[in-house]
T-cell receptor, first 117, second 114 residues
Framework: DAGVIQSPRHEVTEMGQEVTLRCKPISGHNSLFWYRQTMMRGLELLIYFNNNVPIDDSGMPEDRFSAKMPNASFSTLKIQPSEPRDSAVYFC???????????????FGNGTRLTVT | SQELEQSPQSLIVQEGKNLTINCTSSKTLYGLYWYKQKYGEGLIFLMMLQKGGEEKSHEKITAKLDEKKQQSSLHITASQPSHAGIYLCGARAYSGAGSYQLTFGKGTKLSVIP
């Protein structure tokens, strides 16, 4: 069984550049989540989708961040322009069923480590 | 919003020793999830607890949710180097429109010395 697949695993970019992170959820899962992890703030929910529709994006820090889910098997998180304070590990997770976390556990990808210099 | 406090922040134990990690919330926990994370990797689901007083075990790891559903503990018996990593608790938090999200504690870093 393929798990949640994220790419790239590592991304190093210069301040001001556009960054696109990609995620392929587990087939059949209806909910997809983007989290950001830093030492200071821990794991923070940025946005989640149910059936490809964004439901709650209140965690998206600024307008520089945007996320899309054009179909059930693909999502992107874009940062434009990137800033050094965006450096973090970004995780994508998926779960079966709708209603957000519901009662099913989230399945996480291995994350993308973003470094903005 | 739901805030989860984990303690201790870090823990170093000798192989073979028992240990306990705690997760506390100021609000009632409607679902409590334990995950393990190794450096550079994603979170691996360990266990989910939903009922007050519930206890679950998997191999040498036992998780409990107290009767008031505001505190959970994760206990490892006879720790091994393979138990090393970061343990995070997550809880369901209502986010409106009948939807619940998972919020997480900041994690407990466990090191096991052979």
């Amino acid at each position: 069984d393929a798990g949640v697949i994220q790419s790239p695993r590592h991304e190093v970019t210069e301040m001001g550049q556009e960054v696109t992170l990609r995620c392929k959820p587990i087939s059949g899962h209806n909910s997809l989540f983007w989290y950001r992890q830093t030492m200071m703030r821990g794991l923070e929910l940025l946005i989640y989708f149910n059936n490809n529709v964004p439901i709650d994006d209140s965690g998206m820090p600024e307008d520089r961040f945007s996320a899309k889910m054009p179909n059930a098997s693909f999502s992107t998180l874009k940062i434009q322009p990137s800033e050094p304070r965006d450096s973090a590990v970004y995780f994508c997770a998926s779960s079966p069923g709708t209603g957000g976390a519901g009662r099913s556990p989230l399945h996480f990808g291995n994350g993308t480590r973003l470094t903005v210099t | 919003s739901q805030e989860l406090e984990q303690s201790p922040q870090s823990l170093i134990v000798q192989e073979g020793k028992n240990l306990t990690i705690n997760c506390t919330s100021s609000k009632t926990l409607y679902g409590l999830y334990w995950y393990k994370q190794k450096y550079g990797e994603g979170l691996i689901f360990l266990m989910m607890l939903q009922k007050g007083g519930e206890e679950k075990s998997h191999e040498k790891i036992t998780a409990k949710l107290d009767e008031k559903k505001q505190q959970s503990s994760l206990h490892i018996t006879a720790s091994q180097p393979s138990h090393a990593g970061i343990y995070l608790c997550g809880a369901r938090a209502y986010s409106g429109a009948g939807s619940y999200q998972l919020t997480f504690g900041k994690g407990t870093k466990l090191s096991v010395i052979p």
